[in-house]
Structure formats: C-alpha cells, structure tokens
C-alpha cells in the first residue's frame, strides 16, 4: 500500500467559529517519515485529531488505511486506532495509575495476555530511559518523564502509524535527540511517523524526513523553506 | 480482551469513598428488600395454612320448625358422621353459642324460646376435596330435607383479607426497591462516567471498545452491590429469625402460620446475587448508551 494516509479537501470547524482547517490536501506515504510545522493556534493538533480519528471533519475524504474515515461506523472505531499510536501534547496519562501500567495500557486494551506484557513495557522503560520510575504515578514525575512514558506507551503497541503532537517540548535537547532515535528506528521497522513540531532543530536531524507546514490551517508552500513537501492531491 | 478482571483493570476507576456509599446505600436497599420479602413469604404460608384450615371446615345447618324432627336429624347427622372416613372432628354448636351469635340480629326479645332456632354441626374434614363435600351433603341431605351444608368461604375471613393486604404491600415494597436501586445504578453510572471521563477518553483513544470500557463500571457496581446487599441481607436474615423466634413464642392463630421454611431462608439469601445482577445490566447499558452518544 503507497498511501496510508489521504487528506482531499478537508475542512474542519469548532462549532459555530471560523474554519480552523480548510482545503487541506495531501497523502501520506506508508512507511515515511513527516513533519508538520507552523504557528502556535495553525491548526497543527487540529490536524493530528482528525488523523488520529478524535475528531470527524466538517468537510472533505479522509482515507486511512485505504478506507474512508469519515463515515466509519463507530463501532469500527477502536480497530482503527489500535493501528495508530498517538503522543498527546498534553500527554493524557491516566493520573491513578503507574509510569508502568500507563505504558500497558494499549496491550492490555488489545487483549494481551499478562504474562506477554511485561517483558515490553521493561524494554519500553528501559528505551525512554526510566526504568527506575516504573512505579512512579504521573503526578510525580517531571514533565519530561510524562513525555517519555507517553511516547512509551504510544509505540509499545508497534502501530502503524504514529503521531506525536510537539513530543519533544519538555525535554532537554539530549533527550529530544534519544527520542527522535526512537522514532527512527520505528521508522526502520515500518511505522509511517508524523511528528508536529516547531523545533528546526529536530526536523534537521532527520534527513530523510518529509515536511509540511500549515498557515491559518491552511497547508502552505513558502518557497525556500519546505524539503520534499509531500505529494498534493490534484484534483 | 484483557481489560479483564486484572488488578490494573480494577485500578483504572480508582473512587474508593464513592464506593463506600454506594456499598452502604445497597446494603440498606437490600436490607428493606429482604425484610419485605421476609414478610411477603411469611405471609404466603399463614394464607396457605389459613385457606387449608377455612377449606377443611363446614356447617351442616338443619333449618326446621319442628323441634323434634330437627333434633333427630342432627342426631342423625352427628352419628353418620362421627367416625365417617375423611372427617376429623363433629361437633353440634352448643345452642348458647347459636343464642350468642344471633343475638346482634334478633335482639333480646327475639331469643324467645318458641322461635324455631337451626342447629347448626361444625365439621373439620382432613379431606377437603369437592367430592369429599358432596359426600357429606348427601348424608346431611339424607337425614333431613332441610340440611344445608354451608362451606366456609375463605374470603369471608377478615384475618384471610388482612393477610393479602400484607403480600401486596410486601410486593408493592419489593417492586419500589427494584426502581430504586436501578435508578441508584443509574445515577452511579452516570456520576462515575463524568468522574472518569478523561480516563474513558484516553481508553477510547488507545483502541477500548465501549464494551470494554462498561465492563469496567458493570463489574465495579455489581461488587458494590454484591458486598452491600450480603451485609443487607445479613442484617434482615438475623432479624427475620429474631422475629421468628418471637412468633414461635407467641404460638397461636394464623400468625403462627407465618413460619419460613428453608426454602424462603435461601430464596431471601439468593436476593442479594439478584440485585447484583440487575445493577450490572443497568451500568452495562447506561454506560454504553451513553458512550454512544460520543465520538
Ligand atoms: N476544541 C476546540 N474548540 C474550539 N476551538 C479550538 C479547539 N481546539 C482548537 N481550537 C482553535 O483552533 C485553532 C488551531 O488550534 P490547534 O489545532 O491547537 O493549533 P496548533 O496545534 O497548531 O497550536 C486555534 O485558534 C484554537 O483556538
Ligand atoms: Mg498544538
């Protein structure tokens, strides 16, 4: 499959306001790594919920996997998003429970035996570097930390898709760098990656990555500024 | 699927104090509850004795004015039936008790000893069938044309009708704790979805199926339930047995009737499991209705 993703005129609106997206077009590559940039309050998280199916636009074809995501039925919902892993911006941890049930959480959803998940959610641990924290609740932890065990627990079900919203913005530029490796060497076993950021810096790093930038939610094409803008749909 | 009944599953709807009040609300539904079935099965059983013993009981009336030819028929009557097979005790009302119970109609001046007065035989049978009965008519019908066989119809007794007044208001109660406890899960359900509803949106978002997630509600209310109504049911056991052993004391009229047997003691233990249940399927299908209504 060459698309996972396909975006046709998408429009989205908040109620009664303004259009927070409009024409969005474009297709994501199965397997590719991409970027999303633009402006605090463009429309990035916007974006990201409709492809991670929080939310149903007000406009336009969503194909994902090769289906129509629009007029999927709910109760086919879950199945499709068992197959994307998602890095919230403000993280969504479960509050009450540990660093290391809050990282079993989408293997026991999928219905994985216990005895299978503990040896992933260590090596998770281990790859986010917080082996120690496993008992840890949220609350506890730094900012940072919160960020890992939510990049944890959004590849630990090895998804095919993975979206992560500004998932470097609480740590330190060394740790950023570590999880950016970890994206790629997701990225190297197969999982297509859409990472929304601002930092230049990360998007640098990845010299193979796709980008797109939003305006206004709107996908822009400055000149200069895009490497390998992803494919438009041409109507 | 493995939001199953594992520890990390039970943990994922972490409200410990909403928990004590629902296991304490239960516990006193259920406490009710049984209490009104306790009743309702006790007075099952005194109706039951009472309907046997009214069923098993006739008068043999013989209206006549001769005053001779009336007592040889009674005397005749009481001698067919003394012994008869089926028949468990003969016995011509004494005529002062006739006097006394006419009395109120007729007054003072009507007890005038020429007035012709019926005898009247109170016969207990310990067969109480129609045949049984139609037998004993013919006899008294034999001895004299004027016999009347008067079978005492239960619903003449006031004991009889207090005693149904009782079983429906003791299904009446029944039925009104039912509604109650459901709309208690209801609510439980309801305040327990806007209370995790961050956790059930993450849930939604890593994959959960609204199964799942009612799953986590139907199995917490239905252990709430659980646990309340066995200390409810405990409570109203003990004082069901209390109060039995109170009525063995008094030991008389038809309120003796009003003993449980062991069947009822495990019908009221079973209450508790039932109650249980019914307040799974309520969560069950408010969760999911409500979850429904949601992306
Ligand atoms: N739930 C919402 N309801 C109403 N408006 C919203 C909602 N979420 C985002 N918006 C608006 O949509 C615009 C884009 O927001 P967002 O997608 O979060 O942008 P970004 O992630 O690029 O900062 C902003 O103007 C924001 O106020
Ligand atoms: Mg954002």
Redesign the interface.
């Known amino acids: 499959m060459a698309n996972i993703v396909q975006f046709e005129n998408v429009g989205l609106r908040y109620g009664t306001g303004p259009e927070t997206l409009s024409d969005v077009s474009f297709t994501l590559a199965a397997g590719a790594f991409y970027f999303l940039t633009g402006a605090s309050g463009a429309g990035k998280t916007s974006l990201l919920k409709l492809l991670y199916l929080a939310r149903r636009p007000t406009r336009g074809v969503i194909r994902l996997f090769g289906e129509d995501a629009v007029t999927l039925p709910r109760k086919r919902l879950p199945g499709f998003r068992r197959r994307i892993g998602v890095v919230f911006q403000d993280f969504r941890l479960v509050p009450h429970l540990s660093a290391y049930d809050n990282i079993a959480l989408p293997l026991r959803i999928a219905g994985m035996p216990e005895s299978e998940i503990e040896a992933p959610v260590r090596e998770m641990l281990a790859w986010v570097g917080l082996t120690e924290r496993g008992r840890a609740k949220p609350p506890t932890l730094s900012g940072g930390e919160q960020q890992r065990i939510a990049i944890a627990r959004a590849v630990i079900g090895r998804p095919e898709i993975l979206v992560a919203d500004e998932p470097t913005g609480n740590v330190d530029p060394a740790m950023a760098e570590r999880l950016l490796h970890l994206f790629e060497s997701l990225n190297r076993l197969g999982t297509t990656i859409v990472v929304a950021t601002h930092d230049f810096h990360l998007i640098n790093r990845v010299g193979h990555a796709q980008m797109m930038r939003l305006d206004n939610g709107r996908i822009s094409d400055p000149t200069g500024l895009l490497r390998h803008p992803p494919r438009r749909v041409e109507e | ?3 199953g009944p ?1 520890a ?2 039970r ?2 709807l ?1 409200d410990n104090r909403r928990t004590l009040v629902m296991v304490w609300i239960m516990a006193i539904m259920i406490f009710l509850t049984v209490l009104a079935a306790g009743l309702g099965l006790g007075t099952v059983h005194a109706a039951t004795s009472l309907d046997n013993e009214l069923a098993g009981r006739l008068t043999v009336q013989v209206v006549e004015a001769d005053t001779a030819a009336r007592d040889a028929a009674t005397a005749a009557i009481l001698d067919r039936l003394e012994g008869f097979p089926g028949v468990k005790r003969v016995e011509q009302v004494p005529p002062e008790r006739l006097n006394a119970l006419l009395k109120p109609w007729l007054g003072e001046a009507g007890l005038d000893a020429d007035l012709p007065m019926p005898t009247m035989i109170d016969v207990d049978l310990s067969d109480a069938s129609d045949a049984m009965v139609a037998r004993i008519s013919a006899i008294a019908r034999q001895a004299s044309d004027h016999a009347v066989v008067d079978r005492h119809a239960t619903w003449l007794s006031p004991v009889r009708d207090f005693l149904t007044t009782l079983m429906l208001l003791a299904l009446a109660l029944i039925i009104l704790m039912l509604i109650a406890t459901g709309a208690v899960v209801l609510l439980a359900a309801r305040t327990g979805l806007d209370t995790h509803r ?2 059930i ?9 609204d199964i ?1 997630v009612a799953r986590l509600f139907q199995r917490r209310i239905a252990l709430e339930t659980l646990i309340g109504g066995v200390i409810g049911t405990l409570a109203a056991l003990a004082l069901c047995w209390f109060l039995q052993m109170r009525l063995a004391l008094l030991g008389s009229g038809a309120i003796s009737g009003m003993v449980l047997e062991p069947r009822d003691w495990l019908i009221l233990a079973a209450i508790p499991f039932l109650f249980a249940l019914l307040a799974m399927l309520a969560a069950r299908l408010s969760v999911q209705r409500a979850l ?1 209504r949601t ?1």
């Open positions: 699927m493995a939001l594992s990390p599953a943990r994922l972490d961050d956790t949106e993450v849930l939604h978002m890593l994959g959960s199926t799942q429904g992306l």
